[in-house]
Protein backbone atom coordinates (compact mmCIF):
# COMPACT_ATOMS: atom_id res chain seq x y z
CA UNK A 1 0.00 0.00 0.00
CA UNK A 2 1.79 2.97 -0.76
CA UNK A 3 2.37 6.77 1.67
CA UNK A 4 -0.79 8.22 0.53
CA UNK A 5 -3.05 5.40 1.83
CA UNK A 6 -1.21 5.21 4.81
CA UNK A 7 -1.82 8.46 5.49
CA UNK A 8 -5.54 9.29 4.57
CA UNK A 9 -6.91 6.11 6.62
CA UNK A 10 -4.25 6.52 9.51
CA UNK A 11 -5.65 9.79 9.78
CA UNK A 12 -9.41 8.93 9.33
CA UNK A 13 -8.47 5.63 12.46
CA UNK A 14 -7.08 8.52 14.36
CA UNK A 15 -9.92 10.99 14.06
CA UNK A 16 -12.28 8.61 14.88
CA UNK A 17 -10.46 7.53 18.25
CA UNK A 18 -11.22 11.50 18.79
CA UNK A 19 -14.65 11.49 18.11
CA UNK A 20 -15.32 8.48 20.30
CA UNK A 21 -12.64 9.18 22.98
CA UNK A 22 -14.01 11.32 24.84
CA UNK A 23 -17.27 9.32 25.79
CA UNK A 24 -15.10 6.14 26.08
CA UNK A 25 -13.01 8.13 28.98
CA UNK A 26 -15.88 10.00 30.46
CA UNK A 27 -18.06 6.80 30.35
CA UNK A 28 -15.77 5.17 32.51
CA UNK A 29 -16.85 7.41 35.47
CA UNK A 30 -20.13 6.35 37.60
CA UNK A 31 -20.75 10.45 38.45
CA UNK A 32 -19.67 13.38 36.33
CA UNK A 33 -17.99 15.95 38.78
CA UNK A 34 -19.10 19.67 38.45
CA UNK A 35 -16.36 20.71 37.41
CA UNK A 36 -16.62 18.05 34.06
CA UNK A 37 -19.94 19.26 33.62
CA UNK A 38 -19.30 22.90 33.38
CA UNK A 39 -16.23 22.22 31.41
CA UNK A 40 -18.74 20.15 29.04
CA UNK A 41 -21.71 23.33 28.56
CA UNK A 42 -19.03 25.32 27.75
CA UNK A 43 -17.69 23.22 24.94
CA UNK A 44 -19.75 24.56 22.38
CA UNK A 45 -19.43 28.04 22.57
CA UNK A 46 -15.66 27.78 23.43
CA UNK A 47 -14.82 25.99 19.79
CA UNK A 48 -17.20 27.68 17.72
CA UNK A 49 -15.98 31.09 19.61
CA UNK A 50 -12.43 29.91 18.35
CA UNK A 51 -13.51 29.47 14.52
CA UNK A 52 -15.11 33.17 14.89
CA UNK A 53 -12.58 35.39 16.69
CA UNK A 54 -9.31 35.61 14.55
CA UNK A 55 -11.82 36.20 11.01
CA UNK A 56 -13.13 38.97 12.84
CA UNK A 57 -9.86 40.60 14.54
CA UNK A 58 -7.19 39.99 11.55
CA UNK A 59 -9.05 40.03 8.08
CA UNK A 60 -10.04 43.69 7.78
CA UNK A 61 -12.92 46.10 8.90
CA UNK A 62 -15.50 44.64 6.17
CA UNK A 63 -15.22 41.18 7.92
CA UNK A 64 -15.28 42.66 11.40
CA UNK A 65 -18.34 45.24 11.11
CA UNK A 66 -20.37 42.57 9.58
CA UNK A 67 -19.57 39.97 12.28
CA UNK A 68 -20.02 42.68 14.66
CA UNK A 69 -23.68 43.22 12.90
CA UNK A 70 -24.84 39.44 12.36
CA UNK A 71 -24.11 39.38 16.43
CA UNK A 72 -26.20 42.04 17.29
CA UNK A 73 -29.17 40.48 15.00
CA UNK A 74 -29.06 37.36 16.27
CA UNK A 75 -30.52 38.90 19.59
CA UNK A 76 -33.41 39.22 17.31
CA UNK A 77 -33.83 37.36 14.08
CA UNK A 78 -33.66 33.29 13.71
CA UNK A 79 -30.24 32.16 12.73
CA UNK A 80 -30.56 32.16 8.92
CA UNK A 81 -32.06 35.45 8.75
CA UNK A 82 -29.29 36.14 10.50
CA UNK A 83 -27.03 34.46 8.61
CA UNK A 84 -28.70 36.11 5.14
CA UNK A 85 -27.97 39.57 7.01
CA UNK A 86 -24.70 38.69 7.85
CA UNK A 87 -23.78 37.76 3.88
CA UNK A 88 -25.63 41.01 2.72
CA UNK A 89 -23.27 42.83 5.02
CA UNK A 90 -20.21 41.12 4.20
CA UNK A 91 -20.75 41.60 0.07
CA UNK A 92 -21.66 44.90 0.79
CA UNK A 93 -18.98 46.19 2.55
CA UNK A 94 -16.19 44.02 0.47
CA UNK A 95 -17.30 46.29 -2.22
CA UNK A 96 -17.18 49.47 -0.51
CA UNK A 97 -13.72 48.74 0.85
CA UNK A 98 -12.56 47.50 -2.91
CA UNK B 1 -39.96 7.40 5.39
CA UNK B 2 -39.04 7.99 9.46
CA UNK B 3 -40.31 11.48 10.10
CA UNK B 4 -37.35 12.44 12.61
CA UNK B 5 -34.94 11.65 9.94
CA UNK B 6 -36.61 14.07 7.47
CA UNK B 7 -36.77 16.58 9.89
CA UNK B 8 -32.89 15.82 10.52
CA UNK B 9 -31.97 15.93 6.95
CA UNK B 10 -34.00 19.45 6.62
CA UNK B 11 -32.14 20.64 9.03
CA UNK B 12 -28.90 19.82 7.64
CA UNK B 13 -29.18 21.46 4.02
CA UNK B 14 -28.82 25.19 4.68
CA UNK B 15 -26.17 24.59 7.22
CA UNK B 16 -24.06 22.16 4.23
CA UNK B 17 -24.78 24.75 1.53
CA UNK B 18 -22.94 27.22 3.30
CA UNK B 19 -20.27 24.21 4.01
CA UNK B 20 -20.37 23.12 0.17
CA UNK B 21 -17.78 26.23 -1.21
CA UNK B 22 -14.89 24.10 1.16
CA UNK B 23 -16.10 20.70 -0.19
CA UNK B 24 -15.52 22.28 -3.76
CA UNK B 25 -12.42 23.98 -2.87
CA UNK B 26 -11.05 20.80 -0.43
CA UNK B 27 -11.12 18.72 -4.02
CA UNK B 28 -9.75 21.32 -6.29
CA UNK B 29 -6.61 22.18 -4.05
CA UNK B 30 -6.55 18.17 -2.93
CA UNK B 31 -5.86 17.28 -7.05
CA UNK B 32 -3.77 20.50 -6.67
CA UNK B 33 -1.48 19.07 -4.36
CA UNK B 34 -1.17 15.82 -6.30
CA UNK B 35 -3.89 13.57 -5.18
CA UNK B 36 -6.43 11.16 -7.58
CA UNK B 37 -9.68 11.89 -7.65
CA UNK B 38 -10.48 9.15 -5.98
CA UNK B 39 -7.90 9.38 -3.24
CA UNK B 40 -9.66 13.27 -2.87
CA UNK B 41 -12.93 11.04 -2.35
CA UNK B 42 -11.69 8.83 0.22
CA UNK B 43 -10.28 11.15 2.64
CA UNK B 44 -13.88 13.26 2.51
CA UNK B 45 -15.56 10.06 3.31
CA UNK B 46 -13.15 8.62 5.66
CA UNK B 47 -11.18 11.26 7.48
CA UNK B 48 -14.75 13.57 7.17
CA UNK B 49 -13.01 16.51 8.58
CA UNK B 50 -12.59 19.60 6.50
CA UNK B 51 -10.01 21.61 8.26
CA UNK B 52 -7.71 18.73 9.05
CA UNK B 53 -8.48 17.52 5.62
CA UNK B 54 -6.52 20.68 3.93
CA UNK B 55 -3.73 20.35 6.52
CA UNK B 56 -3.39 17.01 5.25
CA UNK B 57 -3.16 18.09 1.92
CA UNK B 58 -1.02 20.50 2.58
CA UNK B 59 1.55 18.06 4.16
CA UNK B 60 1.41 15.57 1.11
CA UNK B 61 2.21 18.79 -1.59
CA UNK B 62 4.94 19.58 0.69
CA UNK B 63 5.80 15.56 0.27
CA UNK B 64 5.61 14.78 4.32
CA UNK B 65 5.92 11.23 5.63
CA UNK B 66 2.83 9.82 5.64
CA UNK B 67 2.76 9.47 9.45
CA UNK B 68 3.37 12.73 9.92
CA UNK B 69 0.23 13.55 7.75
CA UNK B 70 -1.54 11.31 9.71
CA UNK B 71 -0.58 12.30 13.11
CA UNK B 72 -1.14 16.39 12.10
CA UNK B 73 -4.49 14.99 11.01
CA UNK B 74 -5.26 13.78 14.70
CA UNK B 75 -3.81 17.07 16.42
CA UNK B 76 -6.25 19.08 14.47
CA UNK B 77 -9.47 16.98 14.94
CA UNK B 78 -8.46 16.81 19.07
CA UNK B 79 -11.22 19.00 19.88
CA UNK B 80 -13.61 16.25 18.39
CA UNK B 81 -12.62 14.85 21.89
CA UNK B 82 -14.82 17.56 23.92
CA UNK B 83 -17.51 16.93 21.14
CA UNK B 84 -17.62 12.91 22.08
CA UNK B 85 -17.49 13.67 26.01
CA UNK B 86 -20.28 16.59 25.40
CA UNK B 87 -22.64 14.88 23.11
CA UNK B 88 -22.23 11.23 24.27
CA UNK B 89 -24.39 12.04 27.15
CA UNK B 90 -27.32 11.96 25.00
CA UNK B 91 -26.55 8.99 23.25
CA UNK B 92 -27.98 7.10 26.65
CA UNK B 93 -30.57 5.15 25.18
CA UNK B 94 -28.48 3.82 22.01
CA UNK B 95 -26.91 0.46 21.26
CA UNK B 96 -23.39 -0.35 20.84
CA UNK B 97 -23.46 -0.57 17.32
CA UNK B 98 -25.72 2.70 17.01
CA UNK B 99 -23.21 4.82 19.27
CA UNK B 100 -20.35 3.79 17.56
CA UNK B 101 -21.81 4.93 13.91
CA UNK B 102 -23.29 7.97 15.63
CA UNK B 103 -19.86 8.97 16.76
CA UNK B 104 -18.41 8.74 13.34
CA UNK B 105 -20.53 11.48 11.98
CA UNK B 106 -19.74 13.82 14.72
CA UNK B 107 -18.23 16.88 12.90
CA UNK B 108 -18.49 20.55 13.82
CA UNK B 109 -21.74 21.59 12.87
CA UNK B 110 -23.88 18.20 13.91
CA UNK B 111 -22.28 18.62 16.89
CA UNK B 112 -23.33 22.20 16.99
CA UNK B 113 -26.51 21.51 15.61
CA UNK B 114 -27.49 18.47 18.04
CA UNK B 115 -26.39 20.84 20.95
CA UNK B 116 -28.79 22.99 19.87
CA UNK B 117 -31.55 20.65 19.28
CA UNK B 118 -30.74 19.92 23.01
CA UNK B 119 -31.14 22.80 24.08
CA UNK B 120 -34.65 23.53 22.68
CA UNK B 121 -36.15 20.23 23.04
CA UNK B 122 -34.12 18.39 25.85
CA UNK B 123 -32.47 15.78 23.67
CA UNK B 124 -32.93 14.04 20.09
CA UNK B 125 -33.72 10.32 18.30
CA UNK B 126 -31.12 8.42 16.43
CA UNK B 127 -33.09 8.82 13.29
CA UNK B 128 -33.05 12.53 13.79
CA UNK B 129 -29.56 12.79 14.05
CA UNK B 130 -28.53 10.10 10.94
CA UNK B 131 -30.75 12.07 9.38
CA UNK B 132 -28.48 15.45 9.58
CA UNK B 133 -25.88 13.40 9.97
CA UNK B 134 -25.75 11.41 6.60
CA UNK B 135 -27.36 14.37 4.83
CA UNK B 136 -23.95 16.44 5.94
CA UNK B 137 -21.61 13.73 4.79
CA UNK B 138 -23.36 13.22 1.15
CA UNK B 139 -23.05 16.45 0.28
CA UNK B 140 -19.50 16.90 1.71
CA UNK B 141 -18.29 14.12 -0.46
CA UNK B 142 -20.62 14.98 -3.71
CA UNK B 143 -18.84 18.38 -3.60
CA UNK B 144 -15.64 16.95 -3.06
CA UNK B 145 -15.90 14.99 -6.03
CA UNK B 146 -17.27 17.97 -8.14
CA UNK B 147 -13.87 20.24 -6.88
CA UNK B 148 -11.91 16.96 -7.67
CA UNK B 149 -12.89 16.84 -11.23
CA UNK B 150 -13.97 20.63 -12.03
CA UNK B 151 -11.36 22.16 -9.76
CA UNK B 152 -9.96 24.15 -12.39
CA UNK B 153 -13.21 25.89 -13.54
CA UNK B 154 -14.07 27.19 -10.31
CA UNK B 155 -14.25 31.81 -9.98
CA UNK B 156 -12.96 33.50 -7.06
CA UNK B 157 -15.15 32.98 -4.08
CA UNK B 158 -14.39 36.51 -2.56
CA UNK B 159 -16.25 38.91 -4.20
CA UNK B 160 -19.78 37.12 -3.45
CA UNK B 161 -18.66 36.24 -0.10
CA UNK B 162 -18.82 32.70 -0.11
CA UNK B 163 -15.56 31.94 1.57
CA UNK B 164 -17.67 33.84 4.38
CA UNK B 165 -20.69 32.27 4.57
CA UNK B 166 -19.60 29.74 7.63
CA UNK B 167 -17.94 31.77 9.78
CA UNK B 168 -21.17 34.18 10.03
CA UNK B 169 -23.09 30.93 10.49
CA UNK B 170 -20.76 29.56 13.82
CA UNK B 171 -21.23 33.17 14.84
CA UNK B 172 -24.70 32.50 14.88
CA UNK B 173 -24.54 29.37 16.69
CA UNK B 174 -21.85 30.86 19.27
CA UNK B 175 -25.05 33.41 19.85
CA UNK B 176 -27.33 30.70 20.17
CA UNK B 177 -25.82 29.27 23.47
CA UNK B 178 -26.08 32.70 25.05
CA UNK B 179 -28.56 31.41 27.51
CA UNK B 180 -26.00 28.79 28.79
CA UNK B 181 -24.30 29.69 32.31
CA UNK B 182 -21.05 31.41 32.17
CA UNK B 183 -21.24 31.85 28.47
CA UNK B 184 -20.33 35.51 28.40
CA UNK B 185 -16.68 34.40 30.36
CA UNK B 186 -16.28 31.38 28.07
CA UNK B 187 -16.76 33.02 24.75
CA UNK B 188 -14.49 36.42 26.26
CA UNK B 189 -11.48 33.66 27.39
CA UNK B 190 -11.36 31.94 24.00
CA UNK B 191 -11.72 34.53 21.89
CA UNK B 192 -8.64 36.70 23.25
CA UNK B 193 -6.77 32.80 23.73
CA UNK B 194 -7.46 31.86 19.90
CA UNK B 195 -6.54 35.12 18.44
CA UNK B 196 -3.16 34.95 20.62
CA UNK B 197 -2.60 30.86 19.77
CA UNK B 198 -3.99 32.03 16.22
CA UNK B 199 -0.83 34.89 16.02
CA UNK B 200 1.98 33.28 17.92
CA UNK B 201 1.39 29.68 16.44
CA UNK B 202 -0.53 29.69 13.64
CA UNK B 203 -4.15 28.57 12.12
CA UNK B 204 -5.06 25.77 12.67
CA UNK B 205 -3.68 24.94 16.28
CA UNK B 206 -5.51 28.10 17.18
CA UNK B 207 -9.05 26.16 17.22
CA UNK B 208 -7.83 23.57 20.23
CA UNK B 209 -5.70 25.88 21.83
CA UNK B 210 -8.58 28.52 22.34
CA UNK B 211 -10.87 26.26 22.77
CA UNK B 212 -9.17 24.39 25.67
CA UNK B 213 -8.93 27.73 27.25
CA UNK B 214 -12.33 28.43 27.31
CA UNK B 215 -13.08 24.97 28.44
CA UNK B 216 -10.42 24.82 31.43
CA UNK B 217 -11.73 28.03 32.70
CA UNK B 218 -15.07 27.24 33.16
CA UNK B 219 -14.05 24.21 34.91
CA UNK B 220 -12.10 26.21 37.08
CA UNK B 221 -14.55 29.59 37.42
CA UNK B 222 -18.06 28.37 36.13
CA UNK B 223 -19.27 25.68 38.28
CA UNK B 224 -22.81 26.81 39.59
CA UNK B 225 -22.60 27.55 43.12
CA UNK B 226 -25.55 26.01 45.08
CA UNK B 227 -27.98 28.16 47.09
CA UNK B 228 -27.49 27.20 51.05
CA UNK B 229 -30.68 24.99 51.65
Known amino acids: ?28 FENIHPRVEAALNAVPAAVLTTLVAPAALTQGWPETVALIAAALAAMRLPLLGMVALGWAMIVTLRTLAG | MNPDFLSGARRAIPIILSAAPFGLLFGALAVDNGLSVFQAALMSASVYAGASQMVGIELFGDHAAAWVMAVSI ?58 MGLTFYSIWLGFTLLGALFGKLLPDPKPWGI ?26 VSAAASVLAYKAVGSPWHVSLGALAGVVFAAAFGVERKADV
Do not use: C
Open chain 2, 163 to 188: DFLLTIYFLGLVMSFRKRPFWLPVVI
Open chain 2, 74 to 131: FVVNLRHLLYSATTGRHFGSYSTLQKAAAFFFLIDPQFAETEREVEKKGGFSFAWYMG
Open chain 1, 1 to 28: MSDIYIAILGGAFLTYITRIGGHLILSR
